[in-house]
């Protein structure tokens, strides 16, 4: 079965460390990946996305992600955290192109202290 | 950059009524939405995908007569929850894939449901 996992419901980090949000996927096909950053009571923000190419992935707000193959992984670094980084984190793929259809993980709440 | 306005934020309705969940892309034609919803701590699960013009496709277990998807237009896509009871109090949330991309996704701000 196709699905995403985000194995750390909870990831707490103090202010300026760095901080990785792990992701893992399982497809017999093709996938292209995304990592979106919700806060409360919001819809999604898209802070990056791997399609092809590099599979170094640059984003918004000081972030990147690493597409690994062979692990199946597409974990999301950040060097340096601000307090404003505290959201609910969710990597998602799409498995299904016709569709086009994303399948979510279960979601990382990256809480930053001071 | 490419909007989905989804309306309203939030709304609180009596069990046995319905409700009904707007989303509108403002400034591009989406020929394809997708409903979402996300239930307390938890993930965004795929509820449905509409295509203008046609039927909307309905994941397994969701109840179509329940949550009916009209997408007349390639700007509008309507979620109504009928007979709405507690435990279809949810977050729901809409996307679209932005015309002109393939992978191109923007996302609805959301609706809180509260059935009481």
């Known amino acids: 079965a196709q699905s995403v996992t985000q194995l750390d419901s909870q990831v707490p980090v103090f202010e300026e460390a760095p901080v990785e949000l792990r992701c893992n996927y399982s497809?017999?096909?093709?996938?292209?990946l995304f990592w979106y950053v919700q806060y409360p009571n919001q819809g999604l923000q898209l802070l990056l996305k791997y399609l092809s190419g590099s599979t170094l992935v640059k984003g918004i707000n000081g972030f990147e992600a690493e597409f690994n193959k062979s692990q199946t992984s597409f974990h999301l670094r950040k060097p340096s955290v601000h307090i404003s980084d505290t959201a609910e984190y969710f990597c998602?793929?799409?498995?299904?192109?016709?569709?086009?259809?994303?399948?979510f993980g279960s979601g990382t709440r990256l809480q930053v202290q001071p | 950059g490419a909007v989905v306005s989804q309306h309203p934020s939030r709304v609180i309705c009596k069990s046995g009524t319905s409700v009904k969940i707007e989303c509108r892309s403002l400034?591009?034609?989406?020929?394809?939405m997708f409903w979402y919803r996300q239930f307390p701590k938890q993930s965004l699960m795929l509820m449905a995908t509409?295509?203008?013009?046609?039927?909307?496709?309905?994941e397994q277990g969701v109840e179509k007569d329940k949550f009916l998807i009209n997408h007349a237009s390639l700007t509008l896509s309507t979620l109504t929850v009928t007979s709405a009871h507690p435990e279809d109090s949810s977050f729901y949330i809409c996307?679209?894939?932005?015309?002109?991309?393939?992978?191109?996704?923007?996302f609805g701000s959301g609706t809180r449901l509260t059935v009481v």
């Open positions: 998602a793929a799409c498995m299904d192109m016709g569709r086009r259809a994303l399948t």
């Open positions: 400034d591009f034609q989406a020929t394809t």
């Open positions: 996307s679209a894939i932005i015309s002109g991309t393939v992978y191109g996704y923007t």
């Open positions: 509409s295509n203008e013009g046609s039927k909307a496709t309905y």
């Open positions: 497809s017999s096909v093709s996938v292209y």
